[in-house]
């Protein structure tokens, strides 16, 4: 017996493996956040069954970035992270052969912010929503652990971190000067939900990893005069527990031409890290807060990036007579004028129809494999 057979009898098996030999089938897959550009520059959307965290200004629109995620992986299979499409699941390598079983999510709650009206516009189904609110830092810590151990909860978001409040400072007066309390309570956290993941990895059952989605907030260092002073509230480890962190930035915001009343803002976004793509890439996009025109409050110029990336990539064909065509599931579709791909491409993602979301994924995996340089996740 070798030293590896060894140590995997050891240590009750699957404890070592070749690198050739993943733990689980498909390597890292992706959720999509619903928000194209941002999908672009994740090389796909978020890491599924890993850790990311958003932080930004105020403003920034980082929970309706979370609620909108949410509601793209509720139409995703928990067994292999692929869009439900009927009832049967035919992906190679899901682990529920047969019948399709969406991915289960959770919202934990701590800043009093959940509005089930704006989570539904953001394309959430409350139905199946999980939503706590949690009394104070150490028991969400535990809470997540135990949804980690569950195998019932598939994505986890948390808003936010900098609202969590440990118990001594429930407890104790005001008075009474407290240093770097969440800060601990958070790294201990972190390293705790880590070993959970990988425990269940290691394990010999095929069993579902949460993916964790955290927002988080800016604060400034104190007494900096050079380079920037902006920091995320609850300690270092974060930083290197995280296996990808998005940064929004504020931009303009965006006025009703005739009303001159505020309808949305632009955001910026860039990844300023990333373990499982290439990181410091960005992106722009538009978010509306209200009805104006043919956007819906909560949509994003969604239908715009993506007629202009399948233009620019050949994946809406172009005849010499200046004639659009596009191939969905043995369906022709031909479009006289740009402007009829995009009033029906906006009219199937209003309603949910296959058009949009089988132009969506076929653009974006052809964006991502250029800027791959042929290559795939």
Avoid at 9 to 31: L, P
Avoid at 191 to 220: C, G, H, Y
Avoid at 275 to 304: H, L, Q, W
Wanted: charged share 30%.
């Amino acid at each position: 017996m070798g030293i590896l057979d060894k140590i995997n009898d050891k240590y009750k098996g699957m404890f070592i493996r070749r690198g050739n030999e993943t733990f689980f089938d498909g390597g890292c897959q992706r959720i999509p956040t619903g928000i194209f550009g941002l999908d672009i520059i994740t090389y796909g959307g978020i890491p599924a069954e890993k850790i990311t965290i958003i932080w930004g200004e105020y403003s920034s629109s980082k929970t309706t970035i979370g609620y909108k995620t949410i509601g793209y992986a509720q139409r995703l299979c928990r067994g292999c992270y692929k869009r439900i499409d009927g009832d049967e699941c035919k992906t190679d390598g899901c682990r529920f052969k047969g019948k399709h079983k969406p991915i289960r999510c959770v919202l934990i709650d701590v800043e009093n912010s959940y509005d089930a009206l704006w989570a539904t516009k953001c394309g959430i189904n409350i139905d199946n929503l999980w939503v706590l609110m949690p009394s104070y830092a150490e028991q969400c810590v535990d809470i997540i652990n135990d949804f980690i151990r569950s195998d019932e909860v598939d994505f986890i978001m948390l808003d936010s971190i900098a609202h969590l409040t440990p118990s001594q400072e429930i407890e104790n007066s005001m008075e009474k000067n407290q240093q770097a309390i969440l800060a601990r309570v958070l790294n201990k956290g972190w390293r705790k939900w880590v070993a959970s993941m990988l425990d269940i990895k290691t394990d010999n059952e095929l069993r579902s990893i949460p993916t964790l989605f955290f927002v988080n907030q800016v604060r400034e260092k104190v007494g900096m005069s050079y380079g920037d002073p902006s920091v995320m509230p609850g300690g270092k480890g974060q930083d290197f527990a995280m296996h990808m962190q998005i940064r929004t930035y504020p931009r303009k915001y965006l006025f009703d031409e005739k009303t001159k009343e505020p309808v949305g803002r632009q955001v910026m976004a860039r990844v300023t890290k990333s373990k499982v793509s290439p990181p410091m890439e960005e992106c722009e996009f538009d978010i509306f807060t209200r009805d104006i025109g043919v956007y819906k409050a909560a949509s994003t110029n969604e239908s715009k990036e993506i007629l202009k990336h399948a233009l620019k990539y050949g994946i809406i064909n172009r005849s010499p007579q200046n004639k659009y065509s596009f191939t969905c599931r043995g369906v022709d579709f031909d479009w006289k004028t740009q402007k009829e791909i995009y009033e029906q491409l906006l009219s199937s993602e209003e309603c949910g129809g296959e058009l949009y979301y089988d132009l969506r994924e076929h653009t974006l995996k052809t964006v991502v494999e250029s800027r791959l340089g042929g290559a795939s996740l």
